[in-house]
Antibody
Framework: EVQLVESGGGLVQPGRSLRLSCTAS????????MSWFRQAPGKGLEWVGF??????????EYAASVKGRFTISSDDSKTIAYLQMNSLKTEDTAVYFC?????????????WGQGTQVTVSS | SSELTQDPAVSVALGQTVRITCQGD??????ANWYQQKPGQAPVLVIY???NRPSGIPDRFSGSSSGNTASLTISGAQAEDEADYYC???????????FGGGTKLTVL
């Protein structure tokens, strides 16, 4: 059974850092790209960024709103994807989800974690 | 601002058919996927690559597209279909992902 579990969320002051983890199980982690999304209170889904599989270079892409502040990495041996968030702003307050990206005629997200809450406030 | 445009809210009578649309320039080049999200839950993929359903998704869900518009149709809406629905695709560069703003579906 595929499972994704986010952790590491919490309350953090503006300007500080936080690292989220997405622990995966039930599939060959290294074969997939992993994405991060977020959802601010009462708002819609927003893509944050993704990391391609090592077979596709292991490169990353980010949304303009987080580029330069957030970094995605992964550890295939631990089957964990990370989201390092630096210089946090109050507008980064959201539930953060990780998801597995699969290609089946299109790039889709077939499994999601339950999300972890990040609150940026002084 | 989102590069995919959805109506904020749609309602449908129980058992009737409803269509939710998503418009965007990138849909002329990339398929749209559709996600259902209920309050306090993670999104669930319901349609991908225009009109494919993942295992476990009822066949009352279907998708279609024409030009720069993708549609999600629910034929015979059920009470449990009440949720937010989001379309998603790549942006024009192909390297970034975009979501529509979401459509809140109310089943009356």
């Amino acid at each position: 059974e595929v499972q994704l579990v986010e952790s590491g969320g919490g309350l953090v002051q503006p300007g500080r850092s936080l690292r989220l983890s997405c622990t995966a199980s039930g599939f060959t982690f290294g074969d997939y790209a992993m994405s991060w999304f977020r959802q601010a209170p009462g708002k819609g889904l927003e893509w944050v960024g993704f990391i391609r599989s090592k077979a596709h270079g292991g490169t990353t892409e980010y949304a303009a709103s987080v580029k330069g502040r957030f970094t995605i990495s992964s550890d295939d041996s631990k089957t964990i994807a990370y989201l390092q968030m630096n210089s946090l702003k109050t507008e980064d307050t959201a539930v953060y989800f990780c998801s597995r990206e699969k290609y089946s005629g299109t790039y889709l997200f077939d499994y999601w974690g339950q999300g972890t809450q990040v609150t940026v406030s002084s | 601002s989102s590069e995919l445009t959805q109506d904020p809210a749609v309602s449908v009578a129980l058992g009737q058919t409803v269509r939710i649309t998503c418009q965007g320039d990138s849909l002329g080049s990339y398929y749209a996927n559709w996600y259902q999200q209920k309050p306090g839950q993670a999104p669930v993929l319901v349609i991908y690559a225009k009109n494919n359903r993942p295992s476990g998704i009822p066949d009352r869900f279907s998708g279609s597209s024409s030009g720069n518009t993708a549609s999600l149709t629910i034929s015979g809406a059920q009470a449990e279909d009440e949720a937010d629905y989001y379309c998603n695709s790549r942006d024009s560069s192909g390297n970034h992902l975009v979501f529509g703003g979401g459509t809140k579906l109310t089943v009356l």
